[in-house]
Every structure is written in structure tokens, then in C-alpha cells.
């Protein structure tokens, strides 16, 4: 595929220099329907990116925007603070039944924002509320968001310079076979905390994402997880589980943590919980732990009423029944035969690759390829995303709701990148 890129326009000359996708996919984009977005010049691209993990049931998926539409058309409520509306009780109740009480969680459930950086700011601002302290732990190659209190949490060198001034209260322990396993799981992390002289400071709560993204899909074990909730219970700490990309069904069950049996104390939620990209984000947590007074903690934009019809529309199309979490894992196990037989091939580069359910990483020894393999994916037609502190890492996003032949496809295309880059 030839791409021309587009000639300097207003992106170049009035948006911001910060502008980051664009500068790896030059193309105008135009329509998108389930896992193909097309752009102003008529070229087609197969999407294994998904908004980031934000479009796990596709671009403009008719389920969903039927919904939205009707709901448009009839003049309900778009904006709502935090009122009582009856969009917001239909996505309750289907998240009630569906999600949590067929799971035996008991969380009460707080909208603190629309994106997934404002659900974790409430979730350590909570933490330390009901423990009375300030510290954090996090882990190393965490990513949690961009506001200042997610920052803290996040292991990212260059992001975390882009805070302008100290990031203090969060500290970082080894995520799991950070040490390729040679050490024994919070070996250093529970010496540090029963030693009085360590000058770690108490630690209100621990925050962990089972699968970390944009870190380099880097995948923990569900024995060290549990571990780690053992290690909280311990030590009086509560576990936050970060699941904004890996929840909604990205590694299979609704939750990434259902795997390894474990029940944090609070859980945050956002991208594909509207299911559709619209802004919503959610933050979970024991009802014992709700010890907020009314307004303590609001946003403008809490109340997003589009996003609560679209995501009852999702509960409801693809969680209901608990087929989505079944094909989701037999999709996983077609990516994971396909960068099988591409390692297999690549023989010489030190192929490996990692993932569960459809979010799977592909590293070389050459930690240049990966930019490389996505630049020519795009020529191509596949979109692709990088991740890993050096960009290190082929990341695959696709939808959940990726056809086995559109999978196949991509895969092939990848295949192809990895060879012509060799």
C-alpha cells in the first residue's frame, strides 16, 4: 500500500507538538466499523490497537450504537453531574447482576471522572483517606496515567520528567521475575517493610496492574498475585487493582484478576467500560472502605449518560450469557500458535513473546525492531502499537470481537513485517 502523507495543514501548524499517534500513522482518518478503519484517501487499515484498549467490541459496533442512538433520538439526559438518572440506574443494575454478583464481588461503585487516570486518583486518594497514610507502592514498569498522583505510581522515566516537579509519595518494588527469578517474590519488598530502619514509610496501599501494557505486556503470574493480596492482608495494606486496559475481557474473564482468584479492596475501570470510546471511567471498592462525605471527591463530567447506555448495551450483548470470555481465550490461543511459528522462524533475534487472552507482546534482542516492525506494519495496513520503557515491544490490541479471519490477517501481515525487518 502506498500511503501519502498528508500535506502540512492545521495539525501541524495549530496542534500541539505533544500530538504522538498521528506522528507514526500520517494519515487522516475518516470511518471505522468493527476492526477496519478507513482513511480520507480510501486506504483501509486492519486495527490491532483498539483505542488503546478503549474499543474491545470494535469501532461503531451496531449493538451499541443502535442504543446510543435511540437514546439520543429521544432527548435523554447527556449531562448529569452525579443526579439520579435513569440511564445511570440501567448501567447499576446490569453491572450488578451480570458483573459483580455472578463474581461474589461486593463493591460499591464510584464514577469519579471520564478517564482512567481520574478513577486512579480517587482510588489512592480513598487508600489513604481510611488508612491515614501516604505512601504507595507501586511497581516497576507500572504505567497508571498522567495526572500528577498516577504519576507517582508510574515507573516510565521520560513520562514521569514531564511532571515538572517532584513526584513524592510513591515507591517501587520489583514487579514479578523482575530478577528473571532468582529472587524470591517480596524477598526485598517485606524485608524493607519489617525492618524499622529501612526508612520505607508504611504504606497505605499497593497498586498493581496484572498485566502491564504499556510497560511491555509484561504478564504476573496468578501465585504471585496472590502473594502479593496475602503480603497486603499482612501488613494492613490495601491492594489496589489497576484493570483500565486489561479489565472489561481484554485477558478473558470480565476482570484480569479473576485468573488468580484474588478480590483487591479497590479496582479501577475505564476505557472499555463504555464500551463504545466514549469517556467513563469507574472506581470499585469494599463497602467498608466507602468512608467518602457527599462531594468529597466529584468532577464535572462524572455523569456521562451516553457512555452509561452504551456500556449497559455491552453488559448485556456480550457478558451475559459468558461466551465472550470463551472466545476471547480461544482468539488468544490462534495469536499465541502465530508468534510461535514467528519466533520459530526468527531464529537468530532472540524472539519471545507474552500475553494472555488478546493483549500479547512480541521482543527481539535488537530493541530498535519492534518501531521498525509497526512502521511497516502501517505501510501495510495494520495498525500496531509500541510499548516497554524503549518502545521495546510489538504490542497487539485487537478487538475481542476480531473475526478469526481478520485475526489471521493481521497475524500474516505481522509474519511479513518480521522477516522484511530481519
Partial sequence: MTI???????????ESEVRSYCRGWPAVFDRAQGSRLHDEDGHSYLDF???AGSLNYGHNNPVLKRALIDYIERDGITHGL???????????????????????????????????????????KLARKVKGRESVVSFTNAFHGMSLGSLAVTGNAFKRAGAGIPLVHGTPMPFDNYFDGRVPDFLWFERLLEDQGS????PAAVIVETVQGEGGINVARAEWLRALQSLCERQDMLLIVDDIQMGCGRTGGFFSFEEAGITPDIVTLSKSIS?????????????????????EHNGTFRGNNPAFVTATAALNAYWADGQMEKQTLARG????????????????SGARFRGRGLVW????????????ICARAFELGLLLETSGP?????????????????????????????????
Fill in 4 to 14: 501519502t502523507p498528508p500535506a502540512l495543514s492545521v495539525f501541524e501548524t495549530l
Fill in 49 to 51: 490497537f483498539a483505542g
Fill in 82 to 124: 452525579d443526579m439520579a438518572t435513569s440511564a445511570k440506574r440501567a448501567f447499576l443494575e446490569a453491572f450488578q447482576n451480570i458483573v459483580l454478583r455472578p463474581r461474589d464481588l461486593p463493591y460499591k461503585v464510584m464514577f469519579p471522572g471520564p478517564t482512567g487516570t481520574n478513577a486512579v486518583e480517587a482510588a489512592l
Fill in 199 to 202: 526508612g520505607l514509610n508504611k
Fill in 275 to 295: 464500551g463504545y470510546g466514549l469517556p467513563m471511567s469507574l472506581c470499585l471498592f469494599k463497602p467498608e472502605l466507602d468512608i467518602w462525605e457527599p462531594g
Fill in 333 to 348: 490461543e490462534q495469536v499465541e500458535r502465530a508468534l510461535l511459528a514467528i519466533a520459530a522462524e526468527d531464529t537468530g
Fill in 361 to 372: 507482546g512480541l521482543e527481539f534482542t535488537d530493541r530498535t525492531r519492534a518501531s521498525a
Fill in 390 to 422: 524503549e518502545s521495546q515491544v510489538v504490542k497487539l490490541l485487537p478487538a475481542l470481537t476480531v473475526s478469526p479471519e481478520e485475526l489471521d490477517e493481521g497475524l500474516r501481515i505481522l509474519a511479513r513485517c518480521v522477516r522484511e525487518t530481519a
